[in-house]
């Protein structure tokens, strides 16, 4: 009489054939195998690459003059008019040059620019990591149409685990609740596979490393 199987017990068998065959690992040095290769780029090279890449803009500045130069060179092309900075030590920088803001939300449905800090750049993927934490929250680099970040030398990093230990540094315990990474603008492609920026953020993102505020 045959006996009658069913498939689970069938599955079931085969699971336990497979574990008890021996069966050599084909990639045995995988955990030391790096995901990347190896990094012989400045940093700024590498970040302006890879943002340029995803349709960013990125501009080296010397000091606090040489940004808010090019910054006023931007606001004449664009015709920009309703500029937001809700961060202190932006809002300082801008003022030192007499650059026009808004520092409150007044009239924000019409925000044009968006100026913000961040936590991070990343080399690697030219992203910008930002956070809750900063005063800017979570409106001004998602709203206006363009958005302007201005960064140190010293936050740009090679990968992400470096922005990650950055953050840490910083906050310690009291780490933000919300932490994203932006890279180029917004996009997408869900409409017959075309690609369309600025859908659902800023059209376009301008990266300012600023290697002296002073």
């Given at each position: ?8 017990e ?32 400045l ?25 808010v ?64 934490k900063?005063?800017s ?33 910083k ?24 690609l ?19």
């Amino acid at each position: 009489m045959k006996e009658n199987v069913s498939s689970k017990e069938l599955m079931l068998k085969k699971i336990r054939k497979a574990l008890l065959e021996k069966r050599d690992n084909p990639y045995p040095n995988l955990e030391e195998i790096p995901v990347y290769k190896h990094n012989d780029e400045l940093l700024e090279i590498l970040f302006a690459e890879q943002l340029t890449g995803v349709s960013g803009n990125f501009i080296f500045c010397e000091n606090g003059i040489d940004f808010v130069e090019n910054i006023l060179e931007l606001a004449d092309k664009y015709k920009w008019r309703k500029i937001y900075c809700w961060e202190e030590e932006l809002q300082q920088l801008l003022k030192e040059y007499e650059f026009p803001f808004y520092s409150t939300d007044k009239d924000f449905d019409m925000a044009e620019v968006g100026i913000t800090s961040c936590e991070a750049l990343i080399a690697r993927n030219g992203s910008v990591m930002v956070s809750n934490k900063q005063a800017s929250g979570r409106r001004l680099s998602i709203y206006p149409h363009h958005h302007i970040v201005i960064a140190r030398t010293g936050q740009l990093v090679l990968d992400l685990k470096d922005a990650f230990q950055l953050i840490k540094n910083k906050y310690g315990a009291n780490m933000p609740s919300m932490i994203s990474t932006i890279t180029g603008p917004s996009r997408t492609a869900d409409i017959e596979k075309t690609l369309v920026l600025g859908a659902h953020g800023p059209k376009e993102i301008f990266v300012f490393l600023v290697d002296d505020f002073s």
